[in-house]
């Protein structure tokens, strides 16, 4: 990400998805090795040299993993003095995955509160749920027959 910053004039997307390391880590294991921390970091050495970029935030909105009021403010907190854009998504259940996305109303709350924290954020309402064409619900087949996707969903225990 460095490289890229240094070389490119590109704006970011950044799939953050969580506010603590640890939280981060279980959504998504391989983040791992690139601490919260560290990536802020590099993103306000770059803000600090001047580069005009914008950064934008994709948090997947996951009930009662990553939802809490305590998670916008943390939110809100690591993001303050960054020109950062988050784009809210609700996760797109699918067949198979014990995720499921927060209730309408807890992701509205969920977005006022990071907007009143003084972050831009919009919340990027999923389309093609009812026919499993939702971002992160596309996958392949078995044979064509409509059996369950051939996909891990993993585990974030």
Known sequence: ????????????????????????????????????????????????????????????????????????????????DLPAHVNLIPHNPFEGSPLRPPDDAQVARFRDLVHGGGVRCLVRWPRGRDIAAACGQLALRRGGSGEAPVADPGSIA
């Open 1 to 80: 990400m460095v490289r890229f910053l240094a070389e490119c004039r590109a704006n970011l997307a950044l799939s953050l998805n969580g506010t603590t390391d640890e939280q981060r880590g279980a959504i998504m294991p391989q983040t791992r090795r690139w601490p919260i921390g560290a990536l802020l970091g590099a993103l306000r050495d770059d803000a600090a040299s001047g580069s005009g970029r914008r950064y934008f935030m994709e948090y997947v909105l996951l009930a009662g993993v990553n939802d809490a009021d305590d998670d916008a403010r943390r939110l809100c907190d690591l993001l303050a």
